[in-house]
C-alpha cells in the first residue's frame, strides 16, 4: 500500500522512510505540506499519510481539515506525528479530521500497530463502497437479462427528454416484442424461454450504437432509446435489431427454437415519456397485427 509522509526534518524523514519501506510500504516522501497537500490531490493519492503537526507551507493539522472538508467516498486515513502531547492538541488534531494521532518520539512498534488498523479501516471502507455499488446496480438492472429494469428505464427515458428539450435535438424510442413467446414458453419450459430473452438481449446490444439504451420493461418487452435520430434513422436501428435476432435459431438444452421480434417505433415530438412510449406501443401493435417479424414506425400507413 502507498503511504505518505510529510516532515521536514530531514534525517527523521528519511528514518521514517526506511522504516516503512521495511514494512512493506510504497513511500512517498515530501518536506513540507505544501507537497503532501499535492500529493494528496493526485490521481493515484497514497490511502494512508503520516503528517508532522509543525512544517513549512501547510501545517498537518491544516492538511486533515481540508481532507476532511472535501467529504471524499474513499479519504486517506491521517495520522498526524507530533512532538505536543497535551490533551487540547490531541483535541485539536482529531477535531481537524485526523484520524490518529501519534506522539514523538514514535516507538516503531506503536507505529506499525496504528498503521495496520488504518489498512484495516481502509479496507472495511472500500468493501461497504463496493457493497453498495452492487445493491445500486441490483435495484437498476433486470435480474435475468442484466440491462435496464423497468423503472431505470422510465427514468433514463425522462432524462433523455429533458436533454432533447434542452438542446434541441432528436430523440427515438422502440419498443421490442419477442414474437409467440408464450408458445416457446408452453413448448420448451421456462429455462427455454430464459435463454431466448437472454439471446436476444445480447443479440439486440450487439447492434446498438454505444450511446443507445436498452432496457427490459416487463415479460418479453423491451425498449431501446435512440438519441440524435430521425425517421430514417430510427427505422435503421430498430430493423438492424429485427434482422440479428431473426438470423438464426436460439439453442437451449437440446432445443432449437426459433424467434423473431415485432418493433413499434416513434420519434418524440415534445410529448412526456408516457405519451412517447405510448405512441411507440400504438406501432408495436401495427407491427404485430401485420403478421410479426416487422418494424412499423408511428406514422407509418396503416
Known sequence: MRILIAEDDGVSRL????????????????????????????????????????MPGIDGVEICARVKAQDSMQPPYLILLTALDDKDSLVRGLD?????????????AELRARLEVGKRIIGLNDRLLEAQRVVEEQAR?????GILNRG?????????IARAGREGSTLGIGVLDIDHFKLVNDRFGHAAGDAVLC????????????YDTFGRVGGEEFVTLAPGVDGPGLRDVLERVRRVVAAGPVVSAGHTVAVTVSLGGALWAGEDGDALMARAD???????????????LNGDGA
Open 15 to 54: 528514518l521514517l522512510r526506511r522504516v516503512l519501506a521495511s514494512w512493506g510500504y510504497d513511500v512517498v516522501a515530501t518536506s513540507d505540506g505544501t507537497e503532501a497537500w499535492e500529493a494528496l490531490q493526485s490521481a493515484d493519492a497514497p490511502r494512508l499519510a503520516i503528517l508532522d503537526w509543525l
Open 141 to 145: 438492472t433486470d435480474a435475468l437479462t
Open 152 to 160: 431505470a428505464l422510465y427514468k433514463a427515458l425522462e432524462e433523455e
Open 96 to 108: 481537524a479530521g485526523a484520524d490518529d494521532f501519534l506522539s514523538k518520539p514514535y516507538d516503531p
Open 282 to 296: 400504438e406501432a408495436l401493435y401495427r407491427a404485430k397485427g401485420g403478421g410479426r417479424n416487422a418494424v412499423v
Open 199 to 210: 439471446e436476444v438481449v445480447e443479440r439486440a446490444r450487439s447492434v446498438m450504437r454505444p
